[in-house]
């Protein structure tokens, strides 16, 4: 089992930055594969961006490349997700997932967070 819990998430103005974090314990390793996925009101879960715990594998949406970065501190188990340029449009719960497979479908993750709110005022 692997346990998953998000921070970070907050109220901001439109090209604010942001930094959310994953902390992860339970069974994981470094070849676990952690991700980034967003969810709005009344749209499908869509990917964000992904990290292997231990390197040779970075991945980001089309639309927040250059604008996002997703890091790792591994020994602290966290994976973090650094915002900027936010826009109203990124406005969605965001969720942490993990597996051992790197992948942005979100059917192909296992393990998942709670989750934590992102809204970006106009």
């Known amino acids: 089992q692997v346990q998953l819990v998000e921070s970070g998430g907050g109220l901001v103005p439109a090209g604010n930055s942001l930094t959310l974090s994953c902390a992860a314990s339970?069974?994981?390793?470094?070849?676990?594969?952690m991700a980034w996925f967003r969810q709005a009101p009344g749209k499908e879960r869509e990917f964000v961006a992904a990290?292997?715990?231990?390197?040779?594998?970075?991945d980001y949406a089309d639309s927040v490349k250059g604008r996002f970065t997703i890091s790792r501190d591994n020994t602290k188990n966290t994976v973090y997700l650094q915002m900027s340029s936010l826009k109203p449009e990124d406005t969605a719960l965001y969720f942490c997932a993990a597996d051992w497979k790197f992948s942005p479908r979100p059917d192909e993750y296992h393990y998942w967070g709670q989750g934590t709110q992102v809204t970006v005022s106009s």
């Open positions: 339970g069974r994981i390793s470094i070849n676990t594969a």
């Open positions: 990290i292997i715990r231990g390197g040779g594998g970075i």
